[in-house]
Every structure is written in C-alpha cells, then in structure tokens.
DNA sequence: GGAGTCTATGTCAAATACGACATAGCTGGC
DNA sequence: GCCAGCTATGTCGTATTTGACATAGACTCC
C-alpha cells in the first residue's frame, strides 16, 4: 500500500542521519526564535514610538492586555501569527520591520 | 476595582466607532493574508528550486506531506509559524525570509 | 498614603492548529 | 494498460494557543 510505504520511508528518515536532523531541526527552531525576538522588539518599539498604551495596542487587535504583554515577554505560549498581528495592529511601517530584520541579518 | 474598569473600557471601546475599528481590523487582515500568500509562495519556489518533494520537506521539519499541502494550498488552518517554518526548512536564505516579510509596509 | 495608570504573571475553558492517516487525482515511464 | 512518485483534500484525536480574568508590582501625581 502506499501509505505503508510513506511510513516505512519517513521511519527510515528517522534513523539516518538523526543526529544531523536534530541538529538542523535545532538550528531551524533557533533561526525562528531569533526571528520572533527580534519582531517582538520590533512590537514594543512601535507601540512606544506611537504613544499607546498595552491595553490599546490590545483593542486595536482585539486581544487582551494580557497577551500583549505576554508577547512583548517573548512568553512561550505565543505564536508569530499574534506577533506579526501585534506588529499591524501597531501601525509599524516597512523600515520598522527592516529594522527588526537587521539583528538577524 | 481594575478589572471592572478594563473590563469598562474595553466595551467602551467597542461602541465607540465599531465601525472604523472593523474596517480598521479587516485591513489588518487583509495585511496578514497578503504576507501569507507571499511566504507561502517563497514556500512552493524555494522547495521547487532545491528539487526536494513535499515528503521531503516534511521530514526535514518533522511534519506530513499533507500539512506540506496545506501549506502551499494557503489552507486557512495552516498557521504562520509552520509556513515560516516550512520557509526555514526548505533552506530560504534569510535574505527570501526578510523580502517576503517587508511586504507589510 | 491613596488613587490612577501601566505592565507582568498565572490560570483556565474554549478555540484553533497540529501530525497522522486514508484516499484520490495526476503525470510519466515501462 | 499498470505502476510509481508526487500532490491534494478530508477527517480525527490530541496538543497548542487564545482571550478573558484576577491579581500584583512599579511609578506618578494629588
């Protein structure tokens, strides 16, 4: 069947090489961490170049104060999605999120 | 107390020009979906370019052909962690992940 | 020192996204 | 034709993420 033999190729993916994956896969998470970092700067920075307060930025998005706080913590429980959002959601032009890629580049 | 203030506020909030906050919201949507669509599409090239099949992404992120799919499909369960992730994994230099984001300007 | 504002942190039920699986369609080589 | 590999789509149980809420700390102004 095919499915079968998707499952015996993805479990021989597991075994070669799974030292190598882990190590990419690590790489990959730290590359979107460090992406998430530094766009969450990138939120705190606009929200506060713009004057609002968390409970606005929160409106504006219609999330919760809480939240907002939690992603500019780069709290664990926060997904880009909600960065990127806050990030509209505080009007940032195009050079502010430039400017966030600049620590990664 | 505070939170019944907050919780004051943010219904005020609401009344008070829904209508602009919708249209406000929806834009920001809109913004969302575009820099989906276009990380999406750096998803499906970049795969493209380095000659690797879905399964082979998949494995390389520790995901499913079918979430692979999903993906390039701009399947609306599909969260952007994964797409940046898939992006990630398919090898974008950071470079195709910055010029797909400064879409948002 | 009390009141107001802003931010941080923890909890929780509900919503959403996930991988896995099944299966179908499509294409190209035999 | 048939088979193989690749991709698309739907479903499902589980895991993660969410907004809302409570509450606490820091700081200012009266």
Redesign the pocket.
Known sequence: ???????RL?AAGWKAGSAAEFLGLSGQEAALVDLKLALVTAVRAT??KRGI????L?QR??????????I??G?????L??IV?ALIAAGASQKDVQRAFIAIG
Do not use: F, T, Y
Request: charged residues 35%; aromatic residues 0%; hydrophobic residues 35%.
């Open positions: 069947m095919k499915a079968s033999k998707l499952k993805q929200r506060r307060s968390q409970i606005d929160a998005m219609r999330s919760s104060q809480s939240r907002i706080a939690k500019e913590a709290d664990a429980s926060v997904s999605d909600l959002r």
